[in-house]
């Protein structure tokens, strides 16, 4: 059975199996007329994992954050994320449909033996930041266009199967491999080394003085989790710093040089995604959603929520209705 993604936490289970760990996901988000313009949307929290990602965009825009750097995706884009990189995504048009993939695996798919020399040359210096690999796979670049087909090719031996018959769920479901794609392991795991070669091929060396600071990272990965876990409370700046042993002022310096949004910009956006999700699916009143979700004010509330979304919570709650209306 697919398993749930830890929102904001690093993701600790492995993706596939032992025997296999590559994971598959697909996510559907519908279009959503009441979130005017360009009005950005959380689609996939702030999360890191040890393991290598592909992101792919199969339908709608949206822009991916890594580490702070933003990448906007077309349709039939994709990114490469590195092991331990901070990422999510935000959409930037509700009007039409958004479609993405994650095809997540460990690097122990490409080598079997962390002491060969695949893992020595290749992998380990993608982990450890001295090869970076370029980020974007865009359809324009034949090399990229290549990487882009064979991610297709594996994507299209997994099958969906939404939570709960709900294409719309949100839940990231992963995906499975078909039961008549012969010989399936083989020609993905061929395709993943096909398409690491490649991007090994046109990746960038760079110089341990360059290398991102790692230790800040993890401190702002422990500030991101300290947020999704008391995004309810009255929360000050220095509560925040606090909660990983910096100064406010540094503080607020590297969590804006890590994920490109400042402490308290990243806090009310993850607030507003939870209001979001309740008004989706309770019943409760928009002043239960603002005090759950840690605003004081309901006015307050409401101006944050239109600034972010383009509609009041009212309006969100009933377009949402009209889309997905409730059981009888």
């Given at each position: 059975?697919?398993?749930?993604r830890?929102?904001g936490e690093?993701e600790?289970?492995?993706?596939?199996d032992?025997?296999?760990?590559?994971?598959?996901h697909?996510?559907i988000?519908?279009?959503?007329p009441?979130?005017?313009?360009?009005?950005?949307?959380?689609?996939?929290?702030?999360?890191w994992?040890?393991e290598?990602?592909?992101f792919y965009?199969?339908r709608?825009e949206?822009?991916?954050?890594?580490?702070?750097a933003e990448?906007a995706?077309?349709?039939?884009?994709?990114v490469?994320?590195?092991?331990?990189?901070t990422?999510g995504a935000?959409r930037t048009?509700?009007?039409?449909?958004t479609?993405?993939?994650?095809?997540v695996f460990s690097?122990?798919?490409?080598?079997?033996?962390a002491a060969d020399a695949?893992?020595e040359?290749?992998?380990t210096?993608?982990?450890?930041?001295?090869?970076v690999?370029?980020p974007?796979?865009?359809?324009?670049?034949?090399?990229?266009s290549?990487v882009l087909?064979?991610?297709v090719?594996?994507?299209?031996?997994y099958?969906?199967?939404p939570?709960?018959?709900?294409p719309y769920?949100g839940?990231y479901?992963?995906l499975?491999?078909?039961?008549?794609?012969e010989c399936?392991?083989l020609?993905?795991?061929?395709?993943?080394i096909?398409?690491?070669?490649?991007?090994?091929?046109?990746?960038?060396?760079?110089?341990?003085?360059s290398?991102?600071?790692?230790?800040?990272?993890d401190?702002?990965r422990?500030?991101?989790?300290?947020i999704h876990s008391?995004?309810?409370e009255?929360?000050t700046l220095?509560?925040?710093?606090?909660?990983v042993y910096m100064?406010?002022e540094?503080f607020?310096?590297?969590?804006?040089?890590?994920?490109?949004?400042?402490?308290?910009a990243y806090?009310?956006g993850?607030?507003?995604r939870?209001?979001?999700e309740?008004?989706e699916?309770?019943d409760?009143?928009v002043t239960e959603i603002?005090s759950s979700?840690?605003f004081?004010?309901?006015?307050y509330?409401n101006r944050k929520?239109?600034?972010?979304a383009g509609?009041?919570?009212?309006?969100?709650?009933?377009?949402?209705e009209?889309i997905?209306p409730p059981?009888a």
């Amino acid at each position: 059975m697919a398993k749930k993604r830890r929102d904001g936490e690093y993701e600790s289970y492995t993706h596939g199996d032992e025997r296999f760990p590559i994971g598959i996901h697909k996510t559907i988000f519908p279009p959503n007329p009441a979130v005017r313009g360009s009005a950005a949307y959380q689609i996939l929290y702030t999360h890191w994992h040890s393991e290598f990602e592909f992101f792919y965009l199969s339908r709608g825009e949206c822009t991916v954050v890594i580490d702070g750097a933003e990448h906007a995706l077309s349709p039939g884009d994709a990114v490469f994320i590195p092991p331990n990189a901070t990422h999510g995504a935000f959409r930037t048009t509700s009007s039409q449909e958004t479609v993405f993939y994650a095809v997540v695996f460990s690097p122990a798919l490409l080598s079997g033996n962390a002491a060969d020399a695949i893992n020595e040359k290749y992998i380990t210096p993608v982990i450890n930041g001295e090869l970076v690999i370029e980020p974007v796979m865009r359809r324009d670049v034949p090399w990229q266009s290549e990487v882009l087909d064979l991610l297709v090719d594996i994507m299209a031996l997994y099958d969906y199967t939404p939570y709960d018959n709900d294409p719309y769920s949100g839940l990231y479901p992963e995906l499975f491999l078909r039961d008549d794609a012969e010989c399936a392991e083989l020609f993905i795991k061929s395709s993943l080394i096909m398409i690491f070669y490649k991007c090994i091929m046109h990746a960038e060396r760079v110089r341990a003085g360059s290398r991102i600071d790692r230790e800040n990272h993890d401190r702002i990965r422990r500030a991101i989790e300290f947020i999704h876990s008391h995004y309810g409370e009255q929360l000050t700046l220095g509560d925040l710093a606090a909660s990983v042993y910096m100064s406010r002022e540094y503080f607020s310096h590297i969590f804006r040089r890590c994920t490109g949004v400042s402490p308290f910009a990243y806090l009310n956006g993850y607030r507003i995604r939870r209001s979001m999700e309740l008004l989706e699916v309770t019943d409760m009143t928009v002043t239960e959603i603002a005090s759950s979700c840690g605003f004081n004010q309901v006015s307050y509330f409401n101006r944050k929520f239109s600034g972010a979304a383009g509609c009041t919570p009212t309006e969100y709650r009933r377009c949402r209705e009209k889309i997905n209306p409730p059981e009888a």
